[in-house]
């Protein structure tokens, strides 16, 4: 009947227009600025062991109440101190950015990763 043709119709579209590729498209788009360090201070004698560059990650995409989403994280034991909103160490008050600063920071990123993929969809 017409009902099985347009749910047909349907799963093949969703097996198309899938968003997980997009996720990690945007994720990998957004790594390279997280693990950017600010420029030692003059004279500096601690010697940077890039634990925090590397430390960034992200996880599978996952669903929620507003779609798919996908985690970006450090797991580093450090990491709260400099990264924090909230609880951001004195010593790295600005020079490191906050989460909320390197959300900010990626967001330009994260948008063309996403308008590339809106290209690729709109041209098959």
Do not use: C
Not at 45 to 72: C, F, H
Not at 74 to 101: C, F, L, M
Request: proline share 9%; charged share 25%; aromatic share 8%.
């Amino acid at each position: 009947t017409g009902d099985t043709a347009v749910l047909t119709k349907l799963r093949t579209l969703e097996r198309i227009i899938t968003t997980a590729p997009l996720l990690e498209d945007v994720a990998k788009a957004a790594l390279p600025t997280l693990r950017i360090y600010p420029p030692e201070l003059p004279n500096q004698q601690y010697v940077r062991t890039e634990d925090l560059k590397r430390g960034w990650q992200y996880g599978a995409p996952m669903a929620s109440a507003n779609g798919r989403v996908i985690q970006l994280f450090n797991p580093g034991d450090y990491a709260p101190p400099v990264y924090s909103d909230t609880s951001q160490a004195p010593i790295h008050q600005d020079r490191w950015k906050t989460r909320s600063e390197l959300r900010d920071q990626i967001r330009p990123d994260v948008v063309a990763a996403f308008e590339a993929w809106v290209k690729g969809v709109l041209s098959r």
